[in-house]
């Protein structure tokens, strides 16, 4: 179970996080939803340690080893293929490399395995990322607005693995600006803007709560009530 309790991140007189409170169940896909700069990443640094809170406390209920993580700068390393960047992590992990090859597999890079990275379209580096992430099958899996910037087929193959990785027992904390994906993949989510938690529950739920649920569950519409901005300034 992922715990926030209180969080308070401030750079020098810049308070970037305030008082932010939520939990993740274990196995669930757990959705911290905003614009850019609401401090989805600033989250996910605490939780996995890269960044000190000023105050407050937080739990992932995993080990560092335990912690798979995706950001949106995937670190690859260009000149290599694909099977080696895996072999390298393998190593670092004290893993069979034959990790690597079954990583590769479950994200539909096999036949990739040989190929640079920098001859990889943005998907299939996305893919190839996220491969790295769950090579050592985490207990936790971070990972910050995954499918950014991708075409509607490829995100979908992306949707599709982390659906399966919920569903083999990983926890999933993922971080979006898109409303219709978290309403799609998440079991619950929290609604963050300006460093503060307006909303939180299972996406029907706050919808419901707000009066905005119709055909679908719409939480843009909520967010948007909520901070009384308009979509053009959201997203």
Do not use: W
């Not at 993580?69 to 690859?76: C, E, V, Y």
Request: aromatic share 6%; proline share 3%.
């Amino acid at each position: 179970m992922i715990k926030m309790q209180h969080i308070i991140k401030r750079f020098d007189a810049n308070t970037v996080l305030s008082d932010v409170t939520f939990t993740a169940n274990d196995r669930e896909i757990f959705g911290l939803l905003g614009p850019s700069g609401a401090g989805k990443t600033t989250i996910i640094n605490i939780l996995t340690r890269q960044l000190d809170a000023d105050d407050g406390s937080f739990d992932t209920g995993a080990s560092l080893f335990e912690t798979g993580l995706m950001l949106d700068t995937d670190g690859l390393y260009g000149r290599l293929s694909c099977l080696d960047n895996l072999s390298l992590f393998a190593d670092i992990y004290g893993i069979p490399r034959r990790k690597g090859v079954e990583a590769l597999r479950n994200v539909g890079l096999a036949e990739a395995a040989k190929k640079s990275v920098n001859a990889l379209s943005k998907g299939m580096r996305q893919r190839l990322a996220l491969a790295r992430a769950i090579l050592h099958e985490p207990k936790v899996l971070f990972l910050d607005e995954p499918t950014s910037g991708l075409d509607p087929a490829t995100a979908k193959g992306i949707h599709q693995l982390i659906q399966g990785l919920c569903a083999g027992g990983s926890t999933v904390f993922l971080t979006t600006h898109n409303m219709e994906e978290a309403v799609k993949l998440c079991n619950h989510v929290a609604l963050l803007h300006q460093g503060k938690i307006v909303e939180q529950g299972a996406p029907a739920e706050i919808c419901r709560r707000h009066d905005s649920y119709k055909t679908t569950p719409d939480l843009e519409a909520v967010f948007i009530k909520l901070t009384g901005e308009e979509h053009e300034e959201i997203f």
